[in-house]
């Protein structure tokens, strides 16, 4: 598939595992990138596929995977910045998507997992399981590079070039509603320092 030329629409992709992603998405990090994990079961499954001192996982507060990446990339513009976040979780902070096309951080990647429902509070449905594509709102918001992963391979290869070439990018994909396969550690403070020394802001 041409990964350059295609668009397709949300509704029609391929339902894949938000924990098989996730691992495909830490194999390919080997540069020391920071990912910063939203809330719940994205960051549950982040921890399950492979734990780096890269990682921040949050905890509590919906919406702001996005945000926190975007300071990390404007503070470390040589380091490549990952904000992984939930469908739900990204709806609540929209207007985020404006500020990153405004500023325009080459190293910042958002990937989106979107199975159109609030999972971790009784699977309730969010928008884009009736009609809002994140895509489309990112693409209006001003992120050109904004693309929806039709199947594990072409997400790969969305990830290979985000990581490659000046972004900001925004990779959306379509989920299941399985659970994660693990629960984060509930320490904030520890969340916080190492993962301020995996990123070198801590001794």
Not at 12 to 36: C, H, P, W, Y
Not at 60 to 82: E, F, H, K, Y
């Amino acid at each position: 598939m041409n990964i350059a030329s295609a668009a397709p629409h949300h509704a029609n992709l391929k339902l894949t595992s938000r924990f098989d992603l996730s691992q495909r998405l830490v194999a390919l990090l080997t540069r020391g990138e920071a990912v910063i994990g939203g809330i719940g079961n994205t960051n549950f499954d982040l921890w399950a596929a492979g734990r780096r001192p890269e990682n921040f996982y949050m905890l509590g507060s919906m919406g702001l995977a996005c945000p926190i990446a975007l300071g990390v990339a404007l503070a470390q513009p040589t380091r490549g910045v990952v904000a992984l976040e939930g469908d739900g979780s990204l709806l609540m902070q929209l207007g985020s998507l404006t500020t990153i096309a405004m500023l325009a951080p080459k190293n910042l990647t958002i990937i989106v997992m979107d199975n159109g429902c609030y999972q971790i509070t009784g699977a309730q449905k969010t928008t884009t399981a009736v009609a809002a594509d994140i895509v489309a709102i990112a693409q209006g918001a001003g992120l050109k590079q904004a693309r929806w992963a039709a199947d594990e391979a072409m997400f790969e290869s969305l990830i290979r070039r985000a990581l490659a070439e000046d972004g900001p990018h925004l990779i959306a994909a379509r989920i299941d509603d399985k659970p994660a396969v693990a629960t984060t550690e509930r320490d904030p403070s520890l969340i916080r320092d190492r993962f301020m020394r995996g990123i070198g802001t801590k001794s």
